[in-house]
């Protein structure tokens, strides 16, 4: 399977514990976004990659919250001090580098909950 | 700023019937583009179909087609020959500009097909 994958699948925490995501893109993609999924909502953007640059960050990503992508190859995303608030479905999609290649391919996503 | 709206919270279809499920959009960029996803209850966005601003046609893509309405600012997917692995959740999305040079997807709410036997 050459998709993209994500690691866990389903994470229960306690509030205050720390947590970190991966993904894995399609390879030979060179972008990588982060999208957080709320219960009844559509996706919202979170960060993107070109490579190992980590070029956009959304306001949504408070200072709790860190992502990096060594190598421009998995990433990771990690939440310091878990909220409750911070409970969502914490998807990963990437592309390719073609600038007439628009589509984003997703993962799996990994579903937070923090108890 | 991107906006999607996706008024219908959910619909019910018979299967092999064809159903429309409706998604407007606004932006002030000349140059943009729409997508649908699919979303079982698995989790995983599955791309179905894209559709960009100065496409002279509809674009379609096996029973997925998407009406574009310019005028309307409107991006409705049509479903044919509905089957009940379609019962998911539906997102409509357009891709958006950042500060940082690159490119995001702005989402609807979603809404929630069920495909009935």
């Known amino acids: 399977d050459t998709g993209v994958s994500q690691d866990p699948r389903h994470k229960i925490t306690k509030r205050g514990q720390n947590v970190t995501f991966r993904c894995d893109p399609i390879?030979?993609?060179?972008?990588l976004y982060w999208y957080r999924q709320t219960l009844g909502q559509g996706p919202e953007f979170l960060t993107y990659?070109?490579?190992?640059?980590?070029?956009?960050k959304s306001r949504l990503l408070s200072d709790r919250f860190s992502a990096e992508r060594p190598k421009g190859s998995f990433s990771t995303l990690e939440i310091q001090r878990t909220e409750q608030g911070d409970s969502a479905m914490y998807l990963c999609?990437?592309?390719?580098?073609?600038?007439?290649?628009?589509?984003?391919?997703f993962g799996p996503g990994t579903r937070l909950t923090v108890t | 700023a991107q906006k999607i709206t996706q008024t219908q919270p959910g619909m019910f279809v018979q299967e092999k019937e064809a159903v429309t499920l409706d998604c407007t959009y606004d932006?002030?960029?000349?140059?943009?583009?729409l997508f649908w996803y699919k979303q079982p209850s698995s989790g995983e966005m599955i791309f179905l179909i894209y559709q960009g601003s100065y496409d002279q046609q509809n674009a379609t893509e096996g029973r997925y087609s998407l009406n574009f309405q310019k005028a309307r600012k409107s991006a409705n997917l049509v479903i044919s020959a509905s089957q009940l692995g379609d019962s998911a959740m539906y997102f409509c999305a357009m891709r958006a500009p950042t500060q940082g040079g690159s490119e995001k997807l702005v989402f609807g709410k979603g809404m929630k097909l069920t495909v009935n036997p």
């Open positions: 932006t002030s960029d000349p140059s943009y583009g």
């Open positions: 999609a990437s592309s390719p580098g073609d600038s007439e290649a628009y589509e984003q391919y």
């Open positions: 390879s030979e993609h060179n972008r």
């Open positions: 990659f070109q490579n190992e640059a980590q070029l956009e």
